[in-house]
Every structure is written in structure tokens, then in C-alpha cells.
């Protein structure tokens, strides 16, 4: 017996079969791609490239893109708006060729576009250095549809690929010993250049310079197949080479050599919360940028200035931003921070760090930190020595003004406040504060010229030690000379080197005060080979009284402690002899 399908089931597969007819996949998202993806190029030659939207049937109506390019081997060349399926910009194309960035934002017409491969923008882009890049999309790149146009739609986006190659040889072959890759940055400055040479070949003539596409004259410079040139600035350097034979001049061939003798750009060093605080957690955050061969990494390194006779050569430790200090002691510190770049320049930086009680938090060497201004310790002192003189006079007048009152008034107060101190809850509450009065801390009494990279540009003999550090020949003797500000040389300290050249210094020097000078020096011969000198201040916090040094911290604290006794004695006496003249009023009264 043959089997049928019920109707029911019949109409439920007819249904399905009709809704699938009527209602297409759903669209894939929108794409943005680079016009040509890869290719070759020769160094000194420009390009063309393009952004291509694909909107897979959707209908685009905006974009955002954010482009980035490698900014040490190609630039734009000439960047305008040509054709492009924008038509009203929101933020018109914007090009940095230090950032190596390209950002743009716009609309395009009501009701918008439906492309498969539209031409966006189109950039051309010179040649600069040899090498291989990337051209990618940034995160600020965006799609919005007519259907969702405050949503963005990309679906993928793909970067390009490129190998920029020096002209292949029309000459000579040409190599070097010093700088084999040219491709690769060199740290050295000086560098051999040779090429291959044909038994034929009379002369040859070159040029050298920083032009790709440098071409030399036909007149002989040598015979040689080698040269070599030193003290190159950094910078990316061509040997541009013809050789003659027979009378002939031959093509040019070309040699590229990149050399990076420059440390990473200045860079600033934020603490957080600040550079001067009570909190014993402390955030360093930093950041550098190196303009030739890139940035490779950070090292910090931490002197603590109120130890003395610490190890001079502690070493440098590889950190990241952002960094995390825990546990600090209370006192201060050099935080040294070195950027470090792909070939070994380096570029140090470094902020002194106060971690202070919090009795001390607006309290420093150098005064009192009201916020937008400074008060040093001298002008605190004077006006405090001031005030207790002004409030001593007060105090006498009125001790001799009231003088009968004053004796009778204070004669069985005197009796009581003794018997009192006899007690033992006052006796010992006495004790405490006697004793918590040691408590309170004062500030603590604490064969190439080198070069001097961390100086402080102020020095506080008694309270820290001196730290100092710079560079040198590796393992070599670097003398350190002082010169005060009369121009002699009243003292020398003797350093020596490490192996990677590195040299530093943390001693208690026990400068005098003043300006002072310091120079790093190497011996050669029977001279000397002097860095630049560092200028500092040598600050005292403290001045002599009789023959024992009293800082201006602690006399202002003993300032404000008779200032505050006075105070209150005034106070008191101001309401005692009210007191008393009442009562004797009363008593006339009566």
C-alpha cells in the first residue's frame, strides 16, 4: 500500500519553502581594504595607494578611518583630497608624517552608497629608506549603514605589505664591513665601505650623503675599491659609486647604511600622587619616543639619599610603565629612569621622590609648601621670631599693667596646677607629652670626555648624600673635580667605570653652601679630557647657634611652640583677671 504525507505536514514544508525564497541570507558586513596590498619598491620612488570600501550590498552612509604608516621609511608626498566617495567631511583628512598617522571622518550622499570596490581616498607616499613596513587600520576606523547609522558595521579590514629596496647596482657591487645589513640601524659612526673591482676599471668616482638619489660626477676621486668616513651624524647615509673602464663611465650603483647615534627625546617622569607625599605606595608612569631605530625598552634604577656608603653600583632593572613602588621608607630618593633604544643609545631621566611623615606633608627642605607658592625656612623663621617678640611685648605690658592682680591671681593657681602635677593621671599624661616632644622629627641632617647625565640641581648636605652618574671609556678612572663659585677647586673624588662605561657616585659630601660646579674627568696622557660641567646649589637648612647647628625646621617648631604657650598664657591671663576684677566689683558693690 503506498504511503502518503499527511496534508498538514505538506502545507507546513510548502510554507518554510516559500518564507526561504522571500527572504534572502542576511547580509556580511561591510569591509575596508589597501589598494595594492604588498609590492616592492625602490628607495627615492613614490607610490600610489588607496582605500577601497567594499559595502557587500549594505548601503554605507558615513566612514572613520584611522590609518597608520611607518613613518621612518616612507612620508607622504603632496597629501591633497583628490576623488573620493565623501562628500561632506566631518573631519577633513588630517596627515602627520612624525606620527606616521592619516585620519579622516564624512558622510556620503542621501541616501547613501552601495560599492564593491569604491576608491575612499588615495594617498601617494615617498620612499625614504630602505627596509620593509606595514600600512594598517587604526581603532578609531568605522562604517555606519543607512539602517544603523549611529552603529558601527565593518566587518574586517586588511593592512598592506611592502619591501623598500636600494637600486639594484648599475656598477660596482658594494659591501661593508661595518654596516653589512643595510636594512638594519647601526650604532657605530664610522664606516668601511668597499666594492668589487674589474681588472679593467681605471678610476672610480662616488659621493656620499644622505640623498637616495644621489648621483656622482665623472671625474675619478680613486683608484682604491675601498673607503671609509667617520664621526657620521645619525641619519640614514648613501655611498653613491661609478666606476670607469676603457674611458666609459658606468651606471651608478647605490649602498644605503643607517646609523643611529642619538639617545631617545627627553621624557618626563609623573608620580603619583606626588612627587612629595606621606602615602608610602607611589605610581611612576613614563613614556619616550625614539625618532631613528625605535624604542626598545625602559630600566629604573633607585638611590636612596639619606643612606650613606651604599653600593655606588647598583644596577639599572628593566620596568614598565606604569610602576609600582611599595613600602617606601620615610626619606628621599633619586627615581632614575633610563630609555633604552634598539641599538643602545639611552636617554636618563629622574625625579627626586620625598616621602615624608604627615606632620611633614606641605613641610620640605626648602620651606613651606603652601600650594601656589614656596615660603623658605628663613622667611618662616623671621616672621615666627617676629610674632613671639610681638606677642612677648604684649605679654610684658600687660604683666606690668596688671602686676597686683597677676600676683594674687596666679599665686593659688600656681599651688593648685603644682599638687595637680603630683597625681599620677596628670603626672603621667606630663610624662607623655614631655616625652613625645623628643618624638617630633626634624628634617634629617642628613679616550673620550665623559659626561655627566644625572646631576641634582640641588644639594642638601645635611640631610642626603651626593648621587652623580654619567658615562665614560669602559673601565677607566673618571675624576671628579668641585669648583666653587670663586672658581676653585676644593675638592676631587675618584670613580671608576664600569664595563658597559657606566659610572656613579653617592657619597656624604658635606659641601659648604654656594654655587658649585662639577666636572667628570678622564686622563689622557698627561692631560685631562673634561665633561661639561654641572651646575648646583649646595642649601643649608640649618644655621648655627653658638657652636651647634640648629635647622630653620626646628627653630620654627620652637617658634610655634612658645608662640602657641604664649597664646594660651594670654589667654588665660585675659580671663582670670576678668575674672578677678569682676569678683572685686561685686565685692565694692556689696
Known sequence: MKKTFPLSLSLLFAVLFLFLSINPARAASPTLLLSPPSGSFIVGSTFDLSILLDTKEQVVSGLEVELFFPQDKIQLSGPSIGQSLIQDWIVPPSFSNREGRIYFSGNMPSPGTTVSKGVVLTFTFRIIAPGSGEIRFGQNTRVFTSQSPSTDALGQTAPAFFNFNVAAPLGPQIFSSTHPDPNEWNRDSTIILSWDRNPLVEDFSYSFDQDSSGFPDAVSDTKANSVSFSDLESGIWYLHLR???????????????????????????????????????????????????????????????????????????????????????????????????????????????????????????????????????????????????????????????????????????????????????????????????????????????????????????????????????????????????????????????????????????????????????????????????????????????????????????FLSAIILLSLLFLTYFFFRVRGKVKNNISNLQN
Open 243 to 557: 666606476q670607469k673602464a676603457q674611458g666609459v663611465w658606468s651606471g651608478v650603483s647605490h649602498f644605503a647604511a643607517k646609523i643611529d647615534v642619538s639617545p631617545p627625546e627627553s621624557f618626563d617622569i609623573e608620580v603619583v600622587p606626588d612627587a612629595r607625599t606621606s602615602q608610602k605606595d607611589i605610581i611612576l608612569q613614563f613614556a619616550a619616543f625614539d625618532k631613528l631605530s625605535g624604542l626598545d625598552h625602559f630600566e629604573l634604577k633607585i638611590v636612596n639619599l639619606t643612606q650613606d656608603d651604599q653600593d655606588e653600583g647598583s644596577l639599572f632593572f628593566e620596568a614598565f610603565s606604569p610602576y609600582a613602588l611599595s613600602n617606601l621608607d620615610v626619606g628621599r630618593y633619586h627615581i632614575i629612569i633610563k630609555a633604552v633604544d634598539k641599538v643602545g643609545n639611552f636617554r636618563e631621566e629622574f625625579v627626586t621622590l620625598s616621602i615624608v611623615r604627615p606632620i611633614y606633608r606641605f613641610v620640605g627642605p626648602d620651606g613651606v609648601d603652601l600650594g601656589r607658592f614656596l615660603v623658605p625656612w628663613k622667611w618662616v623663621a623671621a616672621f615666627l621670631g617676629s610674632l613671639a617678640l610681638l606677642i612677648g611685648a604684649i605679654s610684658l605690658g600687660l604683666m606690668r599693667l596688671h602686676r597686683g592682680r597677676i600676683y594674687y591671681a596666679l599665686r593659688d593657681d600656681w599651688k593648685k596646677l603644682i599638687n595637680s602635677f603630683r597625681k599620677p593621671p596628670t603626672a603621667v599624661f606630663l610624662a607623655i607629652a614631655l616625652f613625645s616632644g623628643f618624638l617630633l622629627p626634624g628634617i634629617v641632617n642628613a679616550a673620550s670626555p665623559p659626561s655627566i647625565s644625572i646631576a641634582p640641581p640641588v644639594y642638601y648636605p645635611e640631610e642626603e648624600i651626593f648621587y652623580l652618574s654619567g658615562t665614560a671609556e669602559a673601565d677607566s678612572a673618571v675624576s671628579l673635580v668641585f669648583i666653587n663659585e670663586n672658581g676653585e677647586e676644593t675638592l676631587s673624588v675618584e670613580v671608576k667605570s664600569d664595563k658597559a662605561g657606566e659610572w656613579s657616585i653617592a657619597k656624604d659630601l658635606g659641601l659648604p653652601p654656594g654655587k658649585w660646579q662639577v666636572k667628570a674627568g678622564v686622563a689622557q696622557g698627561n692631560s685631562y679630557l673634561w665633561s661639561d660641567p654641572k651646575t648646583f646649589n649646595a642649601v643649608l637648612t640649618s644655621s648655627l647657634l653658638g657652636v651647634m647647628g640648629v635647622s630653620y625646621a626646628q627653630a620654627s617648631i
